[in-house]
């Protein structure tokens, strides 16, 4: 597969090195020498230093060859208008990132896939839901439903109080158990686990259950004391933490700290009855405490800077708030910010690039998420008629290392996968992939 990238900065380059990894023919073009030259010394790939919005460069480089073009620069216009001319020049498929939310609704995005701009990508949005799905359940890390909660995934930190550590996942998720554990994240590795391997105190585990074993799930690992999140506290308000309020259930109450004067009349104009906006540093310990930061349920730090958040959620977790949601934009920090057990980690690049990395698959492959804890992907795939997965029992398919399937959805019903399952053409497969490429297990479903 070839692609073409245009914009080396912090989306660009994690796709490019993702794709570089994966094998994939990839270009990525930008003006900065510098920017570029980091890309190589860290991945195998062939870099342009020319204009973003050079025709010659595109075709120079192969667009008319491109089975998908990338335009990921700071300037929405720039990426939209290089869309359209790469589509132009013939690019099968083309992604644009943007950074306002009315480019989001379907009568914007249907006129731009007329123009040639056949995928538009706001990560601010992106990152706002997996905000809110942090917040919706306060006992859980990350959590991930398929059609609708027919199958759900749970990552949940596990403490003393959990009932099924240390014993062999044969014993307590067996066939018939209502819940298998897809993955599990142990200091810095990431499990696929076996039937001899056990849950440990500090684990961050990988539940897929359905929908009505929630609460059951909930008792066994000792999480029926968190209460539901109902007024949450904010440090920074951008355009994430601006759609994420947005985006919140009537019954959450928020107060916002904003420290720039400017950004606090924005907010009191486009939030007016969502949201209490203070005019204040957020890192401010006192101004924390005066506006009862110890009956808040969550707190959420989403400014620009990663120290920043993860500090400022060690403090409100000191100050009694169980519920920490922190913006991680530098991917070093995300493995300290696990092991400091902040809560649910949101980093805007790993979503845009899970869901511009679903784009390149093949129709049958839906709903990718990656999971930055565990640095894993999962998704849904619905193999063919006379694919390989369908031909033999689950236990009997030499599945790759890495790779597990955590349950299927069959006629709208959410099932958990035994080594007995016999998946079946047109099914919903939800697959959990460590350090496996997604694409390389097409070949299983097509």
Not at 170 to 192: E, F, L, N
Not at 272 to 280: D, N, S, T, W, Y
Request: hydrophobic share 40%; net charge negative; glycine share 6%.
């Amino acid at each position: 597969m070839k692609i073409i990238i245009t914009g080396a900065y912090a989306i660009g380059t994690y796709l490019a090195k993702l794709f570089a990894k994966n094998k994939d023919n990839t270009i990525i073009i930008d003006s900065d020498p510098d920017r570029l030259e980091k890309i190589n010394r860290e991945a195998d790939l062939l870099t342009v230093c020319a204009s973003t919005t050079s025709i010659n460069t595109l075709k120079d480089n192969g667009i008319d060859e491109a089975d998908l073009y990338i335009a990921v620069t700071p300037d929405q216009s720039v990426n939209i208008n290089n869309c359209i001319i790469a589509h132009a020049l013939n690019a099968k498929k083309t992604v644009a990132k943007v950074d306002e939310a009315e480019f989001m609704t379907e009568e914007s995005r249907e006129f731009f896939r007329r123009l040639g701009v056949d995928n538009i990508i706001y990560p601010e949005e992106l990152a706002a839901r997996e905000v809110i799905s942090g917040l919706k359940m306060s006992w859980v890390r990350q959590r991930w439903d398929v059609h609708g909660g027919a199958l759900v995934m749970l990552g949940i930190k596990l403490h003393h109080d959990c009932e099924i550590l240390d014993q062999p996942l044969k014993d307590i998720c067996g066939p018939d158990d209502p819940y298998h554990i897809v993955a599990i994240k142990r200091g810095s590795s990431t499990i696929i686990p076996n039937g001899n391997d056990t849950l440990k105190r500090h684990d961050l585990a990988y539940f897929m259950t359905t929908k009505q074993y929630v609460p059951y799930i909930r008792r066994i690992v000792g999480k029926e004391h968190y209460v539901d999140v109902k007024d949450v506290m904010m440090m920074g308000c951008g355009n994430t933490g601006e759609r994420a309020v947005m985006m919140m259930p009537s019954y959450m109450n928020v107060k916002i700290f904003e420290s720039d004067p400017r950004r606090v009349e924005e907010l009191n104009e486009v939030l007016p009855e969502k949201a209490l906006v203070i005019a204040a540093d957020g890192r401010d310990v006192e101004e924390l405490k005066s506006e009862n930061i110890r009956g808040m349920q969550a707190f959420v730090a989403l400014t620009s800077n990663t120290e920043v958040n993860i500090l400022s959620c060690l403090t409100a977790k000191q100050l009694g708030v169980r519920k920490t949601v922190a913006m991680i934009d530098n991917m070093a920090y995300a493995g300290m910010a696990e092991q400091l057990d902040i809560g649910t980690l949101i980093n805007k690049k790993a979503i845009a690039a899970s869901a511009i990395y679903q784009i390149m698959l093949d129709a049958n492959v839906l709903n990718v998420t990656y999971f930055l804890s565990a640095n894993a992907d999962a998704a849904e795939f619905i193999p063919v008629e006379g694919s390989k997965i369908t031909r033999k029992a689950v236990k009997d398919l030499r599945l790759p290392s890495g790779m597990t399937i955590g349950g299927l959805v069959r006629d709208g019903k959410g099932m958990l996968v035994s080594g007995n399952t016999q998946i079946m053409a047109g099914d919903s497969v939800v697959v959990f992939c460590h350090e496996v490429n997604l694409k390389q297990l097409e070949n299983l479903f097509n």
